[in-house]
Structure formats: structure tokens, C-alpha cells
């Protein structure tokens, strides 16, 4: 199969042809038919990611066909249209049998433990804990760029943020995840306010449902005209970039026992932000983190999308090909474009 390959961290991406992948006896192999290119993969290809060893194949949102299946699955067969979390359960585990596949201690990750899905075809395992029946209503497209963005975004809003109508909402950083947190909280009744630091993507922010915009290029404090635009602090506030700026703005932009939950990877030099703990003391603020959603919880999501309540779709940005993804995914430190890319021509 052909495969976009890296041999070393930082190092050039290239589409090789390597051997085709087969299943474990509780795995399958899917053909992918689109897959998310995620800031996440840059980081793994910069060598934040301990798990990653090279050579590697990158790629974790995904989205296809199963055309083979290990000996103990039960529930899935041949020609099956299946979507996943990035974070494969092992559903044995502690963490699995509480109902919380997304922090499993054995986790399977495609993209990071294992070769991902920037490839014509990607080896999953657990797969009857994970895979996700993919509605033909949803194409492929619109089923990759859930992804880990958009999933995570949900279970930032709704299951840990808690979020109920007519609260405030803050989102740090207008990108995939942050677009994907605007989208979600606004369809649940939530006034957001969208902060960046491009004009281009704070106006498609308020298209997705913001009710307020902040230039953090332009306007100094962010902190305080957060502040002034919720009355006193938002009750949910989303670091949805990841960096010791956004983090720290996040928590401070807080009213009194509001939540903060981290959705950005702080990784690399950012791994230990500074923050603002005095605060979080003294007006009993809460901190959470959001790392990815269990299979179990994606029909609610389905649901949604299947109501027109939520429209992933309109998040894509663009669509490439896998070769133009060995240039595109060095170049997401520098944030270009609106929405997410996503590869759906493999040949």
C-alpha cells in the first residue's frame, strides 16, 4: 500500500510503498477512505509524543471501510462503514470497565502507539470496544474530521464543561478544535465568545454561532475584555490551542467557580504553563482536561448531526491529496487556512 512515511522526527514526509497492513485476532483492517490532518500529527512529528517511534505513519482521524477482520471480532464484518476515537480502549482495564475508554491504560492509538491512517489502509485493534457505525447519511469526510477535534470538543462542552443554555462560554483559539467548541456550545444554548488573533477565522467563528469576537493581536488584555463582555467572567472558558498564553488567559477569564477545561496539547517546551493558582484558590475555579471520547458516547453526537443541530461538514476547509499531505503537515505551526484539511484522494 502506499503510505506517507517520516524516518525521523522533523525530517521530510514521503509516500512510500510499504507492506499492507493484517488484523490481530481482535482487530480489523480499514480502508481509509478520509482521514483529518490534525496539529496533533505535527506534534508527533516533531517528537513531542514519546510513543512514536520512527519510521512512522501518521494520521488518527479516519474514516472507511473494514475489508478485514481478526478471528475473535464479533460485531464487525467485511464492507462494514466504521468511523473512531483516536483513543482505542482495551475495554478490560479499570479505566475501560468505569466507562472510560478515552484514558485506557493500554490504549491503542493509531498515529502514535501504532502507523496511522495517512495510508491506504490501517490496522486497528480492540475493535469491538471501538469502532463506531457510520450512518450513510455521513460521508466520509464529514466522519474523519470528527476526528479528535471535534470529539474532544464535545466531551469538553457537554460532558466535562457541563455547559447549559445561556451560560458564557469562552474558546481560546479559533482553529478545528476551537471552531468545533463554538459550534457545539452554541447549538446547546451557550453565548460564546471567539478568541484569535485573525480577523478571517474570529468572522467564521461568529458564521458557526459566537456572539462575541476578541482580537488577542489587537487588544492587549484579553483577560479583562472577556470580563467586560460576560458580565463578570465566562462559566466555561476552552484552550483550544494550547499554549502557556491561552492556557493562563483561559483560567483567569473565569467568574467565580467557573471551569477551565484544556483541550490544546501543551507539549514540548509548553508541557508545564504557568498558572494562575492563586486565582483558582480563591474563587474556586475548576480545571479539567478533554483527551478525546469513548465510542460509547458518539450516538448523542450522531444524533445531533443526524438532526441538523450540529454541522461537522461546515468545519472542512479543504480537501488534499495524501502526497500534498507530506508538505501540508510541517506547515501547521503556522496555523494556515480556515477549518479542517482533510485527505480523501489516496492514489
Known amino acids: 500500500m502506499k503510505a506517507a512515511v517520516y524516518q525521523a522526527f522533523q525530517q521530510p514526509i514521503t509516500i512510500q510503498t510499504v507492506p499492507d497492513p493484517t488484523p490481530t485476532p481482535d482487530g480489523v483492517v480499514i480502508e481509509v477512505k478520509a482521514t483529518g490532518l490534525c496539529r496533533s500529527d505535527w506534534h508527533g512529528w516533531m517528537g513531542h509524543d514519546a510513543d512514536i517511534i520512527p519510521p512512522h505513519v501518521p494520521g488518527h482521524e479516519l474514516a472507511g471501510v473494514v475489508t478485514a477482520v481478526g478471528k475473535d471480532v464479533r460485531n464487525w464484518q467485511i464492507g462494514d462503514r466504521v468511523t473512531l476515537p483516536f483513543v482505542c480502549g482495551c475495554g478490560r482495564c479499570p479505566q475501560c470497565l468505569s466507562g472510560n475508554h478515552q484514558v485506557c491504560d493500554f490504549q491503542f492509538q493509531p498515529g502514535f502507539t501504532h502507523w496511522g491512517s495517512f495510508a491506504e489502509y490501517v490496522a486497528i485493534q480492540y475493535a469491538d470496544v471501538n469502532l463506531v457505525r457510520l450512518p450513510e447519511s455521513i460521508n466520509f469526510e464529514t466522519a474523519a ?43 446547546l444554548g451557550a453565548n460564546v465568545v471567539a478568541i484569535d488573533i485573525a480577523d478571517d477565522k474570529l468572522a467564521f467563528a461568529y458564521e458557526l454561532g459566537a456572539v462575541a469576537r476578541v482580537n488577542a493581536a489587537e487588544i492587549g488584555d484579553v483577560v479583562t475584555a472577556v470580563k467586560e463582555i460576560t458580565n463578570g467572567g465566562a462559566h466555561l472558558s476552552i484552550d483550544a490551542l494550547g499554549s502557556p498564553i491561552t492556557c493562563f488567559n483561559s483560567i483567569a477569564n473565569l467568574r467565580k467557580r467557573g471551569k477551565h477545561v484544556q483541550v490544546g496539547l501543551m507539549l514540548g517546551a509548553h508541557r508545564s504553563p504557568a498558572i494562575p493558582m492563586d486565582k483558582v484558590i480563591a474563587n474556586e475555579l475548576e480545571i479539567y482536561g478533554s483527551h ?34 507530506t508538505t501540508a503537515l510541517p506547515a501547521m505551526d503556522r496555523f494556515p487556512g480556515l477549518g479542517i484539511t482533510v485527505i480523501n484522494q489516496f492514489a
Not at 296 to 304: C, E, S
Open 145 to 187: 474530521s470528527l476526528g479528535c477535534r471535534f470529539v474532544t470538543s464535545f466531551r469538553a462542552i457537554v460532558a466535562q464543561g457541563q455547559v447549559s443554555a445561556g451560560q458564557w462560554v469562552a474558546v481560546h483559539g479559533c482553529g478545528g478544535v476551537g471552531l468545533s467548541a463554538i459550534m457545539i456550545a452554541s447549538a
Open 292 to 325: 478525546g471520547m469513548q465510542a460509547h458516547h458518539y450516538p448523542a453526537l450522531l444524533r445531533m448531526i443526524a438532526a441538523g443541530k450540529l454541522q461537522p461538514q461546515k468545519l472542512i476547509g479543504q480537501t488534499i491529496s495524501l502526497a500534498e499531505a
